[in-house]
């Protein structure tokens, strides 16, 4: 009787331990990595196009479609009024997102490193020999570069890609697949930018469970990505704190306020923060922000 006892209780106490190291890796993959203090500026410049300033000043645009862009801020417009720009993202061809001639005068004006999927990566410099395109420092998905500090992954997205050489009547060609990218400043921050894509398994098993963001920037206007209902539940995969709408109201087939999303996303998501903003009004987000409702 006491050998089987003893056998009981160490099975016993085998499957406790188990489901302990089960229970504390769940609750692990729901914590996000610890930040700084230090401000990076994320400011929405309409549609899917972005412009982040790190802590240390280094200037990143992602999708900047400028000349055409009914919702980009006018002081973009001018020649010279980013200042200074040390690289840009480019998440697929689509003329809202990449436009050749908005390309060619940001590279003419700044000269940044241009990080892009494989294949537009090669288009871009076909077409502007000049461009400093990062091809074999950052060419795919599932890669990450250490670029001026920050660390930029690529990322897997639902969606089409092609260019429209000269607009929306225009020619296409394709570029390589769509992309999305985490960056991860060097005060630890994460922002997640999803391009535009529909939903997908990799929010859950790669984005949310492994890269963890913080800062999860979701397109929300349906007809060509995913629409509010769809983006909503995207963010209980991802579980980041804080979520930014973006690629609606640009259009007249698209939604026309983020609303909806904030609804949905507060019923069906309520540990995760939406956050509107408004064209060319900067966010500055910290620890403070990002973790506004924890001690």
């Known amino acids: 009787m006491g050998t089987n006892r003893y056998i009981r209780l160490r099975k016993l106490l085998t499957l406790t331990v ?7 890796e769940q609750s692990f993959s729901l914590d996000h990595p610890p930040i700084g203090d230090k401000d990076v500026t994320i400011e929405w410049l309409g549609h899917g196009s972005f412009l982040f300033v790190a802590t240390d000043g ?47 005068d940001l590279v003419e004006q700044y000269n940044p490193k241009i990080i892009a999927p494989w294949e537009l990566n090669f288009f871009i410099k076909s077409e502007i020999p000049e461009a400093n395109c990062q ?33 929306f009547e225009g020619k296409n ?9 985490i960056l991860e400043f060097r005060n630890g921050l994460k922002i997640y930018h999803a391009g535009d894509t529909g939903l997908m398994g990799d929010m859950k098993t790669i984005i949310g469970d ?3 963001p913080h800062v999860a920037i979701l397109p929300i206007g349906g ?35 983020a609303d909806l999303f904030s609804q949905r996303m507060s019923e069906i998501c309520p540990e995760s923060q939406a956050i509107v903003l408004e064209p060319g009004v900067p966010l500055q987000v910290n620890r403070s922000l990002v973790f506004a409702d924890k001690p």
């Open 223 to 257: 007809v060509f990505t995913m629409g509010p209902e769809e983006a909503a539940f995207s963010c209980t995969l991802l579980r980041s704190p804080i979520v930014i709408p973006d690629h609606y109201a640009t259009f007249p087939v698209l939604e026309q306020s």
């Open 58 to 104: 280094t200037r990143i645009l992602l999708d900047p479609w400028i000349s055409t862009n009914p919702k980009c801020p006018g002081k973009y417009r001018k020649k010279g009024g980013f200042g200074k720009v040390d690289m840009i993202l480019w998440t697929h061809g689509h003329v809202d997102h990449f436009m050749l001639d908005d390309a060619k």
């Open 18 to 24: 188990f489901f302990f190291l089960i229970t504390t």
């Open 210 to 212: 492994f890269y963890k």
């Open 173 to 181: 060609k394709f570029v390589g697949e769509a992309v999305g990218y």
């Open 135 to 167: 091809i074999f420092s950052l060419g795919n998905k599932g890669s990450t570069a250490d670029i001026d500090g920050i660390k930029v992954t690529m990322t897997e997205a639902f969606h089409s890609a092609g260019a429209q050489l000269i607009g």
